[in-house]
């Protein structure tokens, strides 16, 4: 059931230069709200920036072709950042999620609100809007858009059919239902292009990506009979291969495709210390509530986490934690 948009879209009108922020190793569900609630602000008067607090994925640079449109937040940019007017999150509502901007939305003594689907929230001290039966935040900011009575342009409508399909899946996961495909053809009908879209994302993958994907298919492994199967990506992987962190995005979805897998892993070193895991399940386990153990969380079939420890200590804890799941 949709949510109530009427309060939100009053902090929108009575605010004026509104940061849209994202969580950090930003996602085409996040970056594709972000974009299309600044184009749908823009259109109706208001002034808002698209701001990220990691670096953007090579994947996704084809959104800003010029880098005029998503700027980077770190602790050596913030003060281009004090004179905001309200600050928006959006697919995300952690504070774990949102690096070193956290701490700095801290001390803003703006009005903030919260725009999620996700399942786990901390409180970020603002108003919150979260609908977890959302298949994604594009859903939820082409709501905004029609709440705000703005045009949906051609550019917007492309952004959310990228937020929508990616977060599905490509319309094949299990939060997939006839309202997403209601969805997709109403934003195909206002000048989303899926050809293309489709073939950027997934079709130009530099030979960087495909060898760091190579040993991640090298060092798969199973536990539990086969109903684990995870891999791990170290620092050293980028210098070998080329490639970069944003190019791991993707790599959850091959021990999820290993037949019989209930629960998928990747374990991958961070540059600034600790472990990011990612978490996907079929049905049986929700892994949710395991990334929690982990400082993270997520949907129930989908979820990450970041723990501080070194990757060895963090797989064998969490691969302890998935099988004890298991056996419950």
Request: hydrophobic fraction near 45%; charge should be negative; include cysteine.
């Amino acid at each position: 059931m949709p949510l109530d948009w009427s309060p939100f879209v009053q902090f929108l009108r009575a605010h004026d230069d509104i940061l849209l922020m994202t969580h950090i190793r930003p996602d085409a569900d996040g970056l594709g709200s972000q974009l299309a609630l600044h184009d749908a602000l823009t259109a109706v008067g208001k002034r808002s920036r698209v701001v990220i607090a990691s670096t953007l994925p090579p994947r996704y640079r084809f959104l800003d072709p010029s880098g005029t449109t998503i700027e980077l937040f770190s602790e050596v940019t913030a003060d281009r950042f004090r004179n905001v007017g309200a600050v928006v999150v959006m697919d995300t509502g952690t504070w774990g999620q949102l690096g070193d901007f956290g701490p700095f939305m801290k001390t803003l003594n703006v009005p903030k609100a919260v725009v999620d689907h996700h399942r786990t929230q901390d409180d970020l001290g603002g108003l919150q809007l979260v609908d977890t039966s959302a298949e994604a935040t594009g859903r939820m900011a082409y709501e905004i858009i029609r709440a705000l009575h703005a045009p949906l342009s051609p550019r917007a409508a492309h952004h959310l059919f990228m937020a929508l399909a990616l977060d599905t899946g490509w319309f094949r996961h299990p939060n997939t239902t006839a309202a997403t495909f209601a969805l997709a053809h109403e934003l195909v009908a206002a000048g989303a292009n899926p050809t293309p879209l489709y073939e950027q994302l997934f079709e130009c993958a530099p030979v960087a990506r495909l060898r760091l994907l190579g040993l991640a298919l090298e060092r798969l492994q199973t536990r539990a009979a086969g109903q684990v199967c995870y891999t791990e990506i170290f620092l050293a992987d980028y210098d070998a291969t080329g490639a970069v962190p944003g190019d791991t995005e993707d790599l959850i979805n091959y021990p999820r495709s290993v037949d019989g897998v209930e629960v998928a892993l990747v374990f991958i070193e961070q540059p600034e210390g600790g472990t990011k895991v990612s978490f996907r399940a079929r049905s049986r386990v929700d892994v949710s509530k395991l990334a929690e153990q982990f400082g993270g969380g997520g949907h129930k079939l989908a979820s990450g986490a970041r723990d501080p420890r070194e990757l060895s200590a963090v797989r064998e804890a969490v691969l302890a934690a998935v099988e004890q799941a298991l056996a419950t």
